[in-house]
């Protein structure tokens, strides 16, 4: 087994041991992997104790180690730790906070400790209501990893095939030399097309489940509005819209709390995840009243740590830093920051193409020098180099060519500018070793 040749022999102890414990199916960012003693706030502190600039990290998304959040946490913990079996106010209080974030009819909540989980309850809860199985997502989609939302995420590759249920549709950088307002339209129209094939087989269409910052396939949240054909779409179909917020939601896009907001569209399911509780293991379905009601007419559901008190407790303090520290405005005002600084660097430099992005959620093309083809090599080089400055990021996208930037919603300006110098750096040692 090849091993990264790393600097100290207890970093290759280390990996070594990982290996003959967790096997091969895990993977690790970087030629040099990161070993993570400690983290507070934006910062992630190596075995040396240098300081790392987490400008990737979305399940602690209110910053490591948040300190309102760790109290509500321990409070809990000391408290009562139990399911939703029993009656408690802490899960009732929670529910019916975040709800009141929904537009209407949202108006029911169930709760899970995974997105995977989340997506998977989502797509029982369509089949349950629609009576149909058929499943439409993005090329590159991404959903999880319960075999259910394992087999209808197309970049986990083709080890994991797509069901016979599930049809792909182009994203949006498949069409984006369109004019914007042609974007919607030409989205709708591959939902229409694989509605069209489901049928042609004899499925019946369920859902159109999007992430709606389109991660996977290469961050994609623009123009404003476009998912609306596309929801109508569906719906014309019978079946339902599932907003996949496990990334985008929680304010990251710097314009509500939810990444389906910016489309000025109400989903028929809404999933959650990653930033729900800050890194406790919290997510959850939100839905319409009537979809909950046809999935219980024929199916119990219980998670035994689902919604268990401690991971509520914990959630409600998140919402809480939310609204007190004013994040989702800083997330826009941080996000544009740095998206005006990456759209500046592309501009005089070679490597780099499109900058996309909503708050503090980026995509940055990385292309062949002298044309605008993918260079996904490349993109992984610029990602090492900034792991050697010591910031943290990654990439994706269809062909992994896309820097995929993502930093704590808590995001300084300060934070904005470290990163940016340092980005400067790792360009220019590449022009050095070009």
């Known amino acids: 087994m090849h091993l990264p040749a790393l600097p100290d022999t207890q970093t290759q102890d280390l990996l070594t041991r990982r290996a003959s414990t967790m096997g091969p199916a895990y993977r690790l960012f970087y030629d040099e992997p990161l070993v993570a003693t400690r983290a507070e706030g934006v910062w992630i502190y190596d075995a040396q104790g240098h300081a790392h600039l987490d400008a990737y990290n979305n399940v602690a998304s209110l910053g490591h180690s948040h300190p309102k959040v760790l109290r509500a946490l321990q409070r809990q913990a000391a408290t009562l730790a139990t399911h939703t079996r029993y009656v408690d106010r802490t899960v009732i209080d929670y529910l019916e906070r975040l709800l009141g974030n929904f537009p209407l009819p949202l108006t029911r909540a169930m709760l899970t400790c995974t997105g995977s989980e989340a997506n998977d309850l989502a797509l029982r809860i369509a089949c349950a209501a629609t009576g149909g199985t058929g499943v439409i997502v993005t090329q590159t989609a991404y959903h999880g990893v319960t075999t259910a939302v394992a ?17 792909t549709v182009p994203a949006p950088q498949a069409i984006s030399a369109c004019e914007p307002e042609a974007v919607g339209p030409a989205f709708a129209r ?36 476009f998912l609306q054909p596309a929801a109508d779409a569906i719906r014309a179909a019978g079946g339902l819209f599932i907003a996949d917020e496990v990334q985008a939601g929680f304010g990251r896009t710097g314009d509500t709390l939810w990444g389906f907001a910016r489309h000025g569209l109400v989903p028929d399911l809404v999933t959650l995840g990653k930033p729900m509780g800050n890194g406790y293991p919290i997510a959850g379905v939100v839905a319409r009243a009537d979809l909950v009601d046809a999935f219980a007419a024929t199916s ?78 490349g993109a992984q080089r610029l990602v090492n180099r900034l792991r050697a400055h010591r910031v943290l990021i990654s990439a994706t996208g269809p062909d992994g060519h896309v820097l995929k930037i993502r930093p704590p919603i808590i995001f300084s300006e300060e934070n904005a500018a470290f990163f940016l110098e340092r980005f400067d750096r790792a360009l220019l040692d590449l022009d050095a070793r070009a």
């Open 300 to 377: 119990r559901y219980f998670n035994t740590f689902g919604g268990n008190a401690v991971a509520c407790a914990t959630a409600m303090a998140v919402l809480g830093v939310i609204e007190d520290e004013g994040l989702v405005e800083n997330a826009r005002r941080v996000g544009t920051l740095l998206r005006q600084g990456l759209q500046e660097r592309a501009t005089r430099h070679r490597l780099l193409g499109d900058v996309r992005g909503a708050g503090l959620f980026l995509g940055v093309d990385v292309v062949a020098p002298g044309s605008a083809a993918p260079d996904a090599a």
């Open 190 to 225: 591959g939902v229409v097309d694989a509605i069209a094939d489901l049928r042609r087989h004899g499925i019946v269409p369920a859902a159109l489940i999007v992430d709606t910052i389109f991660s996977s396939d290469g961050v994609r949240p623009d123009p404003r509005g």
């Open 151 to 167: 087999h209808i995420s197309p970049s986990l590759g083709d080890g994991v095939p797509l069901g016979a249920h599930v049809r």
